[in-house]
């Protein structure tokens, strides 16, 4: 029995969006890419609204009346929930491919590390690592923090587990491409830790005036994490998919060879 995975036309557009952005055309993508890919992208557009809503409920957060620790559980919960709620849907799509080709191996972790970035996996240990040893050294509030980063590290590891261990789902050198680009692309969408480094500032908020020994660390913390989380940005991009089968040809290139 041949399993046979549903897609909508709006999944399909989306993967092939995507495939273009990535140096890729076809005119449908393969049923497996479009699966895989097509899920992703839609969910992922709700961050523009969550975008909206993230420096509201982080000013929010900083108003005296609000008690310390919810300061730090109520940003903590809007930074974890939503990208955890669509990841899951992912891994509900990646289950139905998984259905369409034989079992993969799993990726060697060092393979598996440079896919998903060397300066990404350095962002996330300065930026949980840094937080931990400012809230151990430096806080006002340690509990409220530490209960902060334990939740975000929390959210993060299961994202960034499956992106380093997950077998591969591919049958071809094109979907084991895309399957490389998607643990890249999981791991920045859906366990961005830069946004952890603000736990520092909700801290150092509730003691005014600030004292120059608990500014100057947060402010270089603050800074390093930017410049490293700027480098994984910068890792990554201009990545393009090698040639392959990924779909059907563009109607345009098919009417083209078609013509010589």
Not at 59 to 74: C, D, E, K, M
Not at 80 to 91: E, T
Not at 227 to 237: D, Q
Request: charged residues 15%; glycine residues 6%.
């Amino acid at each position: 029995m041949v399993e046979v995975a549903w897609t909508t036309l709006a999944e399909r557009q989306a993967a092939r969006m995507w495939l273009d952005r990535h140096g890729v055309a076809v005119d449908e993508p393969t049923p497996l890419l479009a699966v895989r890919i097509g899920a992703r992208v839609p969910a992922t557009r709700t961050y523009q609204v969550y975008g909206v809503l993230s420096p509201v409920v982080w000013v929010a957060a900083l108003l005296p009346p609000v008690p310390v620790r919810a300061r730090f559980l109520v940003f903590t919960a809007l930074v974890v929930v939503h990208p955890l709620l669509l990841w899951r849907r992912i891994r509900k799509a990646d289950r139905a491919a998984a259905r369409l080709v034989a079992a993969g191996a799993r990726p060697s972790f060092r393979v598996a590390a440079g896919q998903v970035g060397w300066w990404y996996l350095a962002a996330v240990a300065t930026t949980f690592g840094g937080g931990a040893v400012l809230c151990a050294t430096l806080a006002v509030n340690p509990v409220g923090w530490a209960a902060a980063l334990v939740i975000g590290a929390a959210s993060a590891a299961p994202v960034l587990g499956r992106a380093l261990r997950a077998p591969v789902i591919a049958d071809d050198e094109a979907s084991r491409a895309v399957d490389a680009a998607l643990r890249t692309y999981d791991s920045r969408v859906f366990a961005a830790p830069f946004v952890f480094t603000f736990l520092a500032w909700i801290d150092l908020s509730t003691d005014w005036p600030w004292p120059p020994a608990r500014v100057v660390p947060v402010v270089a913390y603050f800074v390093l994490a930017a410049v490293v989380h700027v480098r994984a940005v910068l890792e990554v991009r201009g990545r393009r998919l090698p040639p392959g089968h990924y779909g059907t040809e563009p109607r345009a290139a098919l009417g083209e060879n078609r013509g010589r």
